[in-house]
C-alpha cells in the first residue's frame, strides 16, 4: 500500500514563495509517476503538475507555469512542488498523487492517480 504524506502548507500573501513537500512510504519509489493536484473552495479538483519516474519530464497547468516547480528525489521518497510568486487564486487544499500507470508519464490525469494523500492547505492573502 501506498501512503502519501504533504508538508510545507500555510498562508502566506501574494508574492511569497512556499516549498510542499509529499513523503512517499513505498517500496521502489521510483517507479511511480508523480502529480500534484488542487481544490480550491467551491471548485473542482484541478490538475497542477506531473513529474515523470526519472523526474526528467515534468508537465504543468498553464496557470501556474514559470511560477511553480515540480521536482523529486527518489533516494528520500519525496516530491516537492516549489511554488513562488504566489497568487489568491492558488489558495487551495494541495493534494500529492502517485499513479501506477505503464508508461513513465507524467500524467496530468487524476483518473490515472489510484493514491492520494490527505492534502495540505495553502492560503494566500492579497
Known amino acids: 500500500q501506498v501512503q502519501l504524506v504533504e508538508s510545507g502548507g500555510g498562508l502566506v500573501q501574494a508574492g511569497d514563495s512556499l516549498r510542499l513537500s509529499c513523503a512517499a512510504s513505498v517500496v521502489s519509489f521510483s517507479t511511480y509517476p508523480m502529480g500534484w493536484f488542487r481544490r480550491a473552495p467551491g471548485k473542482e479538483r484541478e490538475f497542477v503538475a506531473a513529474i515523470s519516474r526519472s523526474g526528467s519530464t515534468t508537465t504543468y497547468t498553464n496557470s501556474v507555469k514559470g511560477r511553480f516547480t515540480i521536482s523529486r528525489d527518489n533516494a528520500k521518497n519525496t516530491v516537492f512542488l516549489q511554488m513562488s510568486s504566489l497568487k489568491p487564486e492558488d489558495t487551495a487544499v494541495y493534494y500529492c498523487?502517485?499513479?501506477?500507470?505503464?508508461?513513465?508519464?507524467?500524467?496530468?490525469?487524476?483518473?490515472?492517480?489510484?493514491?492520494w494523500g490527505q492534502g495540505t492547505q495553502v492560503a494566500v492573502s492579497s
Open positions: 498523487a502517485a499513479s501506477r500507470q505503464y508508461r513513465s508519464g507524467p500524467y496530468s490525469n487524476g483518473n490515472d492517480y489510484p493514491y
